[in-house]
């Protein structure tokens, strides 16, 4: 009588891939070891909160737009900035909030100022249209000169009041902070601003994989930023989409890019929209074609929401 054999234990499923499966596609066969974890796991996280932790987070009536990157220096801020003035500039009702704790450059981009109603926001320069701005780390502080990534993150209680005076609002987000996470989980879009380059793009891999696994519903879109040309954007995008469909088994959308121009950085110097300091350059014209496109998707995205239930959207604490 032959011996029955053991039973194998179930092998676990698992959700998407690491940067060392997909890395031959973005290094054209090189292989490469991350040295850190590129989820960076909640020891690493800025408050120590576990991943996917945070406060639930669900505003049907607000269109939020979140703009994130997968390094610091993406030009995120850059592009959340000047896509809030634009929607303001096309007589959308628009507000801003911030929930980059490491770099928490856009209250200095758009002059933000305290509000003298006693609501705990802020307004905007008037050159940026006088926008009702939030900051997720505990309000504005000029007394002290105290910081927003000073603080402890305590809740999102500014975009909720953002949302409330605003039918669009645009959220500059980091990849790593914990309101960002609950931001994605509520946004009905999120741009990951990406640059060429194997690095990069692997660094904006990852950020796709932590959006999508919070954002099991919302759209993901793509800007190339400081691209040589149109064809290198382009490449960067199919470079990715391949990627996320092959390993996250998730579509994102081609949003453009910004093509690479001093007159940028310039803009930001001077804190003065795009649009205004330079309207007829290339740059504003990218900022314009991508926002066309957002504003194409708001209708969408905005049934989308009314379809999409409450538990669907896992937006439940600890998620």
Known sequence: MMSERPSRPARRRKLGRGLAEVSHIFLSGAEKNLKDDPDRDSDNAPNGAPDGGGEALWLPDANLISITSGEKIQGKTFLAANLAFGLFAE???????????EKPDILDMISAVPSESGDGLAIASPRFGGLP????????????????????VSSLAALEAVAGRAQSVVIDTSPWAEPGRAVWSAAGLTLVVARAGSDAMQASYVTVKRVRSMSPVGRIGLVVNMASSRAEAHKCFRKMSEVCRRFLKTNIRDYGYIVQSEIAGEACRKAVPLAQAYPESAATKCIH????????????IARRRREVTFKTCALREGR
Do not use: H, Q
């Open 91 to 101: 007589g959308k009702s628009v507000g801003i909030v911030n929930a980059d704790s």
């Open 133 to 152: 701005v939030g900051d997720a780390f505990g309000g504005f502080d000029p007394v002290t000169g105290e910081s927003p990534g000073d603080r402890k």
């Open 289 to 300: 074609s991508i926002l066309k496109l957002i504003m194409m998707d708001e209708s969408a």
